[in-house]
């Protein structure tokens, strides 16, 4: 619920309208609410974002992350078309496309540096053996395959146009990003962090 009020318009949402969007049931965001006064009030038509940057902060500092199963794979080709195998992979499989993060989605929605690692997320592990990957230890991974326990992760991506594809590319909201982004190799992840939290505090990003 906090990054759905992080990123989502000043209008007030109902108890159901929050569990429609995370894709959760009713009873269990009401045993959620209420969310502390000084980040979200409640008025007579629903909840309300008070602080969005508080939110997002409150968001970054308490997440446990997605948990679930994570798979780590080296390939040749930049990571684009590494993307690209991937979710031809699962298209193929399921027809669900992953929902990229981390560096790649950062690149989206605030370009700041230059990718180095792809995550992406998916509803079940593809044999990526079969595609020109190899599992490797994450230090040596420029692929990082999640298939979340936490359901919002998924439900609450988004997909946007993928230039010179003939599909909509999915990618991770921004605070999921974020998440993901600080965990990046190299130096300058918390810098570039910091960029992704300014535009989407800034411009709605995310819808």
């Not at 992760?153 to 010179?164: A, D, H, N, Q, Y």
């Amino acid at each position: 619920m906090l990054r759905l009020f992080a990123l989502s318009p000043d209008e007030p949402m109902s108890q159901s309208e929050i569990a429609r969007r995370l894709g959760m049931s009713h009873v269990a965001i009401g045993k959620q609410l209420p969310l502390p006064d000084d980040l979200v009030a409640r008025t007579p038509a629903g909840w309300q974002v008070v602080d969005r940057a508080g939110c997002w902060d409150r968001f970054m500092s308490h997440y446990p992350g997605p948990r679930g199963l994570t798979t780590y794979w080296a390939s040749t080709g930049d990571l684009a078309a590494q993307l690209e195998r991937i979710e031809e992979v699962a298209r193929d499989r399921s027809n669900a496309r992953p929902a990229v993060s981390g560096d790649l989605a950062a690149d989206l929605y605030a370009p700041w540096r230059r990718p180095n690692r792809l995550v992406a997320y998916a509803i079940d592990q593809p044999p990526l053996e079969e595609y020109g990957f190899t599992i490797v230890r994450s230090a040596d991974a420029t692929v990082e395959l999640c298939t979340p326990r936490d359901p919002t992760v998924l439900t609450m991506s988004r997909e946007s146009p993928s230039i010179g594809d003939r599909n909509a590319r999915r990618y991770t909201d921004p605070l999921i990003t974020a998440w993901d982004l600080r965990r990046s190799p190299g130096g300058d992840a918390d810098s570039a962090v910091d960029q992704l939290r300014a535009r989407a505090l800034r411009v709605r990003l995310w819808a």
